[in-house]
């Protein structure tokens, strides 16, 4: 889409040379990233990669996940990616592996698949990248008790269910031709090993009591079974199974606690579901199936908020519907209906030569968004760069059908629409919607003007925009998962059609 944003990738080189990569045999060693993204922009995920990596990726049958190669030193820019949510490093994947007909035969084959499996590269790929994230760590500890457990507070009913999981968990496969439902919490495991039902919360919760332990038991080497379990220094583990499709035997539950126990054997881990070090991945999709090792283990979406209101929307989708519209340097961006901030804030972060206007007409939600902006200024001032830096963006309260903008004065609106469910309402929708287009035809530049606009009510947007052809037109759709709810960003173009002036005052 258009001419990429140049996306400063603050001194990426300089850091990555400060980790040498044990060389043995002077091999290089590359590392097979899969990367979790909101299902809809895997393109545009693709496209980032490219530009700041320049590595090409393949983007997976199973949505919202993309695949590329790198150079191991090549992590820190890795984890600096602004549309993927999760990281983990293949260790093998089978395009079209066959499943036995029985349950038996079928697990029994992934147990024998652990012995097999390659692990020693991925290993040593995690191990680099906890180097790396115990450097960040040092430095996070102290910010991270105090924000733990407000983020607690704020994360539950978040609009963040982080989307693999509705899309590919176990049993809510998006096939739903047949699929079984949804296990129970795997209480009953011997061995303890996870399984994640597509409860969003579930790792949400646990984030940043895990963000504190990170690495406890880091710097073992990921011995292949010479260490016995009393041994201080034995890795604690556990497997996620995330499985779609319908043609199988056996639950993701099962196929996480016979592998995992595999797993234990093969490494002599001990098995540990909330103080891992190791987040072993299986995911299962129809016959393709990817071993993983988790690395990410709370999904980068939340880089940038750290006030949370009741429908805060990802960084990594933010950014998506940003790049979407690509912005050039002198852009005016405006998000009229800003809630806690996300979409400016995150555009302000990436794109710092363009000017960021966001406002709401809720109080509360000017405040918060406000206090994500202190939180980052303050984020930037900790990075000890001499300078402290501004970010271009500023915050209002306003009422959306009466901005306080002149007419065709702002290049962008980006924005995320009320969806009727946990704000405002689908009646109120029907009045608003059209309202709110009108306003943001009346402040677009005609011609050259764009909004990309996130819905779940889709059936009155469409109805607002038929009213509204004369000064949008309709690009492209892109369809999202926003915490469960099926939902669509439009791209809407500004027509050349003047928008009649409401005030004559102006």
Known sequence: GGVPAPAPLSGGMAEAEQAPVPAEEGVELAAVIGATVPTGFEQMAAEEVQEKLGSASRISKDRGKIYFEVPAQSLPQVHRLRSVDNLFVVVQEFKDYQFKEGKEDALKDLEDLVKKLPWTNPMRVWELNNSLKKKK???????????????????????????????????????????????????????????????????????????????????????????????????????????????????SNEAARDFGGAVQEHFQWKADMTNFDVEVLLNIHNNEVVVGIALTEESLHRRNITHFGPTTLRSTLAYGMLRLCDPQPTDIIVDPMCGTGAIPIEGATEWPGCYHIAGDNNPQAVKRAANNICS?????????????????????????????????????????????????????????????????????????????????????????????????????????????????VYLLKRTWERAEEKRLFW
């Open 376 to 488: 980052l200024l303050k984020k930037n001032e900790n990075k000890e760069s001499s300078s402290s830096l501004g970010i271009p963006l500023d915050i209002i309260q306003w009422d959306i059908c009466n901005l306080p903008l002149r007419t065709g004065s702002v290049d962008i609106i980006v924005s995320d629409m009320p969806f009727g469910k946990r704000i405002g309402s689908k009646k109120k929708n029907w009045d608003l919607y059209p309202a709110c287009l009108m306003e943001m035809g009346r402040i677009c530049t005609p011609g050259t003007g764009r909004a990309v606009l996130l819905t779940q009510d889709k059936k009155c947007f469409a109805k607002a925009l038929s009213r509204m052809g004369h000064i949008w037109r309709r690009g492209q759709t892109v369809w999202v998962n926003v915490g469960g709810l099926h939902a669509a």
């Open 137 to 251: 760590t040092k430095r996070k500890k102290q910010n991270l008790r105090s924000t733990a457990s407000k983020e607690k507070l704020n994360a539950e009913g978040g609009e963040e269910g982080t989307d693999q999981q509705e899309a590919s968990t176990q049993d809510c496969a998006q096939n739903a031709e047949g699929v079984e439902p949804a296990g129970g919490q795997d209480t009953e495991e011997p061995q303890g090993v996870a399984s994640r039902n597509g409860e969003e919360e579930d790792n949400e919760q646990s984030d940043a009591k895990e963000e504190l332990q990170a690495g406890s038991g880091g710097e073992s080497k990921a011995g292949e079974g010479e260490r016995g379990a009393g041994d201080p220094k034995v890795l604690k583990f556990r497997v996620t199974c995330n499985r779609a499709g319908d043609k199988h035997s056996f639950t």
